[in-house]
């Protein structure tokens, strides 16, 4: 395992594609630490997410991927793209769309999904999902929100309290339409790219059997599990950090 402290020569680009509820914010940490590393890092919100006020009820999940294929045409050369929860499946319809551009894929706690399978067909079948449990859905907004009450059991179980608080305050009820639709892939095209997973042992939101069942029917090149929550970013940032930098060099 490399260590945060050596700079890598000639580094990759990494493009960090945030969850559901969350924003570019999140990748903060994980930006500062690839950058001292060497590494050139582009992270974005989401329409409707973050700082973007795109009106939730209008976006879908192409409308996603648009957002990060804008960001890979105007990167010279192929990107790492990494996806965190709901991520997942934004960067493998950005594969399909731009397979040429995307060196690998790594998905962090994200789901990892085949053709003609949609985010909640999964999610609402992962029984002990914390996150299940505390979903409200306001579908005449075309939202789907999660409890507030409950998103430090739900996202930052081991994360210092000041990073719940801010957290808490920066989660915007997530738009409906992109969690509903299946995903449109093909083996030339998202087949064709390399593809990795970090699981994360504790998880709440997306269980660690669901994580291991999705990498078993899509099998990747590497699995890296870490002993945290859903939020590795926050709760062992070094550690992210550094199977990130690994799995770059792979």
Sequence with gaps: MTRSNERDEGGKHFVLVHGAWHGAWCWATTARL???????????DLPSHGADETSPASVTLADYAARVIAALDAIDGSVVLVG????????????????????KLVYVAAFLLPNGTSMLDVALHDADSMATLNLVVRPDEGVVDINRDAV?????????????DRARTLLKPNPLAPLATPLVLSGASYGSVRRFYVS???????????????????????????????SPFFSQPDRLHDVLVELARA
Excluded at 84 to 103: D, F, L, N, Q, Y
Excluded at 154 to 164: G, H, L, N, S, T
């Design 200 to 230: 994360c042992a504790k998880d709440r939101a997306i269980t660690l059997a669901t994580q291991r069942l999705m990498v078993t029917e899509m099998p990747c090149e590497a699995v890296h599990e870490l002993y945290t929550d859903h």
């Design 152 to 164: 430090a059991e739900v996202f930052y179980a081991d994360c210092q309290r000041e990073v719940v």
């Design 84 to 103: 965190h929860s709901m991520g997942g499946i934004v960067i493998s319809t950005v594969a399909e769309a731009r397979p040429t551009k995307v060196e």
């Design 34 to 44: 690839l950058v001292a590393r060497g590494h050139r890092v582009t992270t974005l």
